[in-house]
């Protein structure tokens, strides 16, 4: 499973890394503020009913969660009914052999592909090109990571951290791009290159937004004409549905509509919304001949019963990334994971483990905005928190915070101990902060504090306890002791 990328380097080496580059910084401030912008004002639009709608999309979400087995039955014979041919997966390397069945069958060894989450969870290109298959990213963004080598940085935005000067340099380098670096310019040159594409593919490999159990129906929601193309040119079509993608219904695909695009980018639709269900009928002029849905599981059913269960509801909107605080700092690649930011530490942590996962869950302040924000009502940060908890009792944290919390743990629960810690902590911290109110940036020599002074201010404790505070509070007001 390729979840994780860049393991050799720490956590905090990567994070480093992130918190050097003032370009990436800059990128996610606009496009989390555009996007947090554009995304309150269509909720302040529809007053109660944005409640009312996260409410009805959580109930439905979860009842496909309670009744998974049931929905993926229904959707897998009624896609079959429809025509399509069904592989059911249970980890992503059972969708991988599935996938290369597919092509060897058809003696096929070219490949369009539009975005899909799933497709980058099992590494799917790096495996198909290590077997001679040539693939085709087709989004304009996925296109520009493909083509720089890079992994993307956020789950609908992918290639943020890349300017118009860096897209213009690596098409110039790499595909023969003569252009400036006006946006419009490299689009066509991008438009250009991949008709050629398009038409040449024998096999077109798509992702899945939403799957309809009752019709068998595969939808996708894109802004670019690409995913149309990728599933009307090609002869063969390989559709990638992971099984926490069903919906019962399309009322219920309705709500997740509703939903989506005002929480991914602030928008009322996208530009593209195909609802797929089959191949191509008799009199119908495009389509691909052959359809195959890879159904897969990957520890979805694990997920599903465990105390992750609500991290299922996910749509995949990004809207938690765009309100991360912590996001904001360390970029999308200091999480390591092509699943980034809070939803990313939940289920990332929730598909590999803890064990290859470095401090990820750690990476959090906990401030619960991603909670507030997240369309299907995730409680992501009691998610990130309950990891911890996991994390501890199964003894995967540093070694070395079991002493300091048990030394903590020991001093705090003696009276004696925390009002002499509490009455040396002042003059101790005004000696550290040479007489000032606060330790600043010269403390950074202090180990541990350093981690929080290096950047920003420390204040003092205040010479005057609360709880004297409140004795004279109150014998001022005339009250008791
Ligand atoms: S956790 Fe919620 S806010 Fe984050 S991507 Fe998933 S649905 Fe969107």
């Given amino acids: 499973m390729s979840i994780l990328y860049n393991t050799d380097e720490t956590l905090r080496e990567r994070v480093t890394e992130g918190l050097k580059d003032e370009f990436k910084h800059n990128a996610i401030r606009t496009a989390q503020e555009v996007f947090y912008t554009k995304r309150g004002e269509l909720v302040k639009e529809m007053g109660i009913g944005w409640q009312q709608l996260r409410m009805h999309a959580t109930e439905v979400r979860n009842h496909v969660t309670d009744n998974l087995d049931y929905y993926v039955k229904q959707f897998a014979e009624n896609a079959e009914a429809n025509g399509c041919i069904m592989h059911y997966a249970p980890t992503g390397d059972d969708a991988l052999w599935e996938v290369l069945d597919i092509f060897e069958k058809h003696g096929a060894s070219y490949a369009v592909k539009s975005k ?24 304009c963004a996925e296109n520009i990571l493909q083509t720089a080598g890079s992994k993307p940085s956020h789950i609908v935005v992918p290639a943020l951290h ?26 066509h040159f991008l438009r250009k290159i991949l008709r050629k594409e398009f038409m040449d593919a024998e096999v ?14 595969v939808t996708l929601v894109t802004n670019e004409g690409n995913g149309r193309m990728v599933d009307s040119f090609p002869k063969v079509q390989i559709v990638f549905v992971g099984i926490d993608r069903i919906v019962p219904d399309l009322e219920s695909l309705d709500t997740m509509l509703a939903l989506l695009p005002r929480s991914a980018v602030g928008a009322k639709m996208t530009a593209y919304f195909s609802l797929d269900s089959g191949p191509r009928g008799a009199g119908e002029v495009d389509g691909p001949e052959e359809v195959h849905i890879v159904l897969m599981d990957n520890g979805r059913h694990t997920l599903a019963n465990s105390e992750f269960s609500d991290m299922l509801r996910c749509m995949r909107c990004g809207a938690c990334l765009n309100i991360c605080p912590v996001y904001r700092h360390i970029t999308g690649h200091g999480y390591g994971s092509i699943y980034p930011g809070p939803m990313g530490i939940v289920l990332t942590a929730g598909l590999v483990g803890y064990d290859d996962i ?40 540093h070694a070395i915070e079991v002493p300091i919390f048990k030394a903590l743990a020991l001093m705090w629960s003696n009276v004696d101990v925390y009002n002499y810690a509490m009455k040396m902590g002042t003059p101790v911290m005004k000696k550290l902060a040479h007489g000032e109110d606060a330790l600043a940036k010269d ?26 505070w409140f004795k004279e509070h109150k014998k001022q007001q005339g009250g008791g002791k």
């Fill in 116 to 139: 899909s989450m799933m497709t980058e969870e099992v590494g799917l290109n790096e495996v198909l090109e290590e077997t001679g298959i040539t693939i085709i990213e087709t989004d």
């Fill in 162 to 187: 890349f300017d118009r000067e860096a897209i213009m340099k690596i098409y110039k380098e790499k595909r023969g791009y003569d252009g400036s670096s006006v946006p419009e310019e490299i689009t």
């Fill in 204 to 217: 077109g490999i798509r992702g899945c937004n939403f799957a309809v159990a009752s019709t068998g129906s």
């Fill in 358 to 397: 470095d401090s990820m869950a750690f990476a959090c302040s906990l401030c619960g905005a991603c909670t507030e924000h997240c369309p299907v009502s995730i409680p992501i940060h009691d998610l990130i928190r309950q990891h911890r908890i996991n994390i501890v009792e199964q003894g995967k944290n």
């Fill in 443 to 468: 403390s950074a020599w202090i180990p541990v504090v350093k981690g929080w002074t290096s950047t920003r201010d420390f204040d003092c404790l205040s010479e005057t306890r609360f709880r004297t």
